[in-house]
Nanobody, 127 residues
């Protein structure tokens, strides 16, 4: 069974940092492009960041550029999202997703199909 499991979410103060993990099981992640989405209550799904299968290419939403960093360790079958200088507007459920076709933040929310999704992890930025 193909699965992605997110972890690392929780409550953090504004200005703080958090690292999310996206671990794959049941398949080999290194041939997949991986993206991070987020969805705040009452809002639509937003593309946050993507990373190519090799890790050579990354994209970021303007709202997180300079604060978030995506990376992958294919030997561990895991993709990470390092989040720094967190703001209350970053509060959302964060999802990772993987697909064999390329994704960028410009295209990821318009895709008709993405192969594998995680269950999501809640990030709450509040004092």
């Amino acid at each position: 069974q193909l699965q992605l499991v997110e972890s690392g979410g929780g409550l953090v103060q504004p200005g703080g940092s958090l690292r999310l993990s996206c671990a794959a099981s049941g398949f080999t992640l290194h041939v997949y492009t991986v993206g991070w989405f987020r969805q705040a209550p009452g809002k639509g799904r937003e593309g946050v960041s993507t990373i190519s299968s090799s890790g050579d290419s990354t994209t970021y939403a303007d709202s997180v550029k300079g604060r978030f960093a995506i990376s992958r360790d294919n030997a561990k079958n895991t993709v990470y999202l390092q989040m720094s200088d967190l703001k209350p507007e970053d509060t959302a459920v964060y999802y990772c997703a993987a697909d064999r076709f390329p994704m960028t933040v410009a295209t990821m929310t318009s895709l008709a199909y993405i192969e594998v999704w995680g269950q999501g992890t809640l990030v709450n930025v509040s004092s």
